[in-house]
């Protein structure tokens, strides 16, 4: 009975959330996402590098309808020496894997239209090797909240992802105590819930929200 009255719950606030998501005209979104861009390079990605005294890391997503955008974060990244990675639903199956992007070209379209990385054109990378490779995952979602908690489509892909890269970690473990990479939102600040999300067990805690503007921490900032 729980689970179906979280379920429902869930149900609610896709609805809504996705509604007011795609309210907004495309030309506001681009700009928006623009500058979410720019603030997640400026306070999140920037620290980090300094911090590690490295380039980094970064797995994102290619946007799907009214999805913040992160297409500027990734040139960014790619121009200052990153390694940019994204994930790619395997056919057949419920699992993502994980690839490596050199370039805007190597992105095609997945499942229901999803970009995702060309997998005649990129390698994916052990599934042993992720939680050591990456230093960030930027997630998309329809809703978050400061908690960490966040509302995804449905599918349960980045759930599961995230279980695979925690394995043996404590859950609430920052990247310098065993819990790399970071887990962040890339949302509008819109979506950001004034209220706790319903969630389940199996769902996925975010490290942050990034947002334009500013990086909401749900955890104790490592950078």
């Known amino acids: ?14 609805r809504r959330m996705a509604e007011r998501r795609n309210a907004v005209p495309a ?3 681009r700009e928006m996402s623009a500058r979410l861009c720019r603030v997640t390079e400026r306070e999140l990605l920037a ?12 797995c994102l997503y290619g946007a799907f309808r009214s999805e913040a955008d992160p297409a500027d974060l990734a ?10 990675y994204a994930p790619r639903v395997v056919p057949g199956g419920e699992e993502m894997e994980v690839r490596r992007l050199a370039s805007p070209v190597d992105w095609t379209r997945g499942r229901y239209g999803v970009p995702e990385p060309d997998p005649a054109r990129t390698e994916p990378l052990d599934r042993a090797d992720l939680a050591e490779a990456l230093d960030l995952v930027l997630v998309p979602g329809l809703a978050f909240d400061r908690q960490g908690r966040r509302l995804g489509y449905g599918g ?14 404590p859950p609430d473990a920052p990247d310098d105590e065993g819990g ?9 600040s819109f979506q950001i819930a004034g209220e706790a999300l319903p969630v389940e067990p199996h769902d996925l805690r975010l490290d942050a929200v990034a947002t334009e503007r500013g990086i909401v921490w749900c955890v104790r900032p490592p950078v």
Do not use: N
Request: aromatic letters at 10%; charged letters at 30%.
């Open 1 to 14: 009975m729980a689970r179906e009255h979280a379920a429902g719950l869930k149900a609610e606030w896709r």
């Open 27 to 29: 030309g506001e979104r």
């Open 47 to 58: 620290p980090l590098r300094k911090r590690l005294g490295r380039p980094l890391a970064v």
């Open 75 to 84: 040139a960014s990244c790619l121009e200052k020496g990153d390694a940019v």
């Open 156 to 169: 349960g892909h980045y759930d599961r992802l995230y279980r695979s890269m925690r394995a043996g970690s």
């Open 180 to 188: 790399k990479p970071l887990w962040v939102g890339f949302a509008f």
